[in-house]
């Protein structure tokens, strides 16, 4: 099964900035849709950010709007997740996940996971 990698989570203070990246070790990023989800304890996963690869177009959930950006780089297969100005209530779980679908927020119409990293913002 196809997996996913993150890079990049970590304890930050509030204020502050994580850049995330994930990579599809065997496959490419280019004919899919690649998302970043995030799940904090006791709360459902949220799709945070998405990117459509042949396009560029984005999508963000208004709570990061401002603050988080999506990006991918051809030459390294990579898609990225900088986030700053990083608030308490940003502390998850972050998970990459790809789908054929734009723009779904529904986590079941992602075929594709990591592993997740860890994300922590102190007060």
């Known amino acids: 099964q196809v997996q996913l990698v993150e890079y990049g989570g970590g304890l930050v203070q509030a ?3 994580l850049r995330l990246s ?3 070790p065997g496959r490419t ?3 899919y849709i690649t998302g970043w989800f995030r799940q904090a304890p006791g ?3 949220e799709l945070v950010a998405a990117i459509r690869w042949s396009s560029d177009t984005t999508y963000y959930i208004d709570s990061v709007k401002g603050r988080f950006t999506i990006s991918r780089e051809n030459a390294k297969n990579t898609v990225w997740l900088q986030m700053n100005s990083l608030e308490p ?3 998850a779980v972050y998970y990459c996940a790809i789908t054929r679908l734009w723009v779904t927020v529904q986590d079941y119409d992602y ?3 990591g592993q997740g990293t860890q994300v922590t913002v102190s007060s």
């Open 15 to 17: 204020g502050g900035s």
């Open 22 to 24: 994930c990579v599809p």
């Open 29 to 31: 990023f280019s004919n």
């Open 43 to 45: 709360k459902e996963r």
């Open 89 to 91: 209530e940003d502390t």
């Open 111 to 113: 075929d594709y996971w």
